[in-house]
């Protein structure tokens, strides 16, 4: 189909980065008051919740801060970590639309949820946000029956930056023989900052791939682009990985990230399922006040998220990721 017609009429605001960006942080303040503003046009707010709680995880230079919620119903419930995208250098755990989706996952996918505010590029360069998910995962660990969690019991999920991250973190935990994450869920993933598998230029798009090329020099710095914790599409084995959501959208540059991964990882053996936002772009995903396919979205993901939450909630999700890992 072709793009959403609501989507139309925005194609003159969809304006594109700088070559280089002098001042990230003016950036970022500049972005974030545009987000805010644009949320009330085209974005539901999430749910009520029965706590929300800022906390700081790490120490020193390598602090961060989340935010945990908690749903209704009664408890143990199983842990969700959060990522919010904005090329690793925007966007924030604290903005209106990270707190929509988190709210939204804590109370139709029945878990705690920790939206996880990671430290932004260029300053914090690549790979320090896979090492603050994977800090946060110890620490969801270390405090599960402060925070009324089921232990063992956590999934993780991401969107496009963010679900970099989260596939990279997923990658780490592997190698190291540890099965803490039972679940993943990526969100039209940016999946390969080497930039050789072919995509669109997309300079029609919301996001194009010059656009890409910007976000991923900033956040890899000196860094080495094929490096599977930079590029999770470029892992040689990708067995062993917790069963995975990917949601790709239809007009995305990056949808071919998410669907070579898809098949990658289902011919690891690995359980994945594919959605495919017809008429969606980069962006319009989060937009649940203007379209309805973007509530269909968001429905599907939170479906995925319940359904995992529910197999960990019964046992069987624990049981299956042992077993994975013991023939991993």
Known sequence: MPIDPALIHLRPSWTHLPVTIDDPQLFRKSVARATDEGFEKFTLPGPTVSKRKVVQIGSGNEMF???VYWPATEGPHPVHLFLH????TIGSAFSRDSEAVSRNRA????CIVVNVDYRKAPEHPYPAPVHDLLAAIDW???????????AGAITVGGQSSGANIVAA???ALRDEGRNDVSHQILEVPVLDLSHTIPREQGDELPLSLSDVHTFSAMYLNAGDPNDPLASPLLATDLQGLPPTYIAVAEYDVLRIDGEQYAARLRTAGVETRLYLGRGHVHMSPSMTR?????RDWQAATTQE?????????????RLLSNALQSLA
């Open 290 to 294: 203007l379209l309805p396919s973007a």
């Open 107 to 110: 109370v139709q996918g029945n």
């Open 65 to 67: 801060s989340a935010i």
């Open 85 to 88: 995208g904005g090329g690793w």
């Open 140 to 150: 969801v660990a270390d405090h599960s029956t402060e925070l009324g969690a089921l």
């Open 169 to 171: 973190a997923t990658l």
């Open 305 to 317: 998220l319940l359904r995992a939450n529910t197999a960990l909630q019964d046992g069987t999700g």
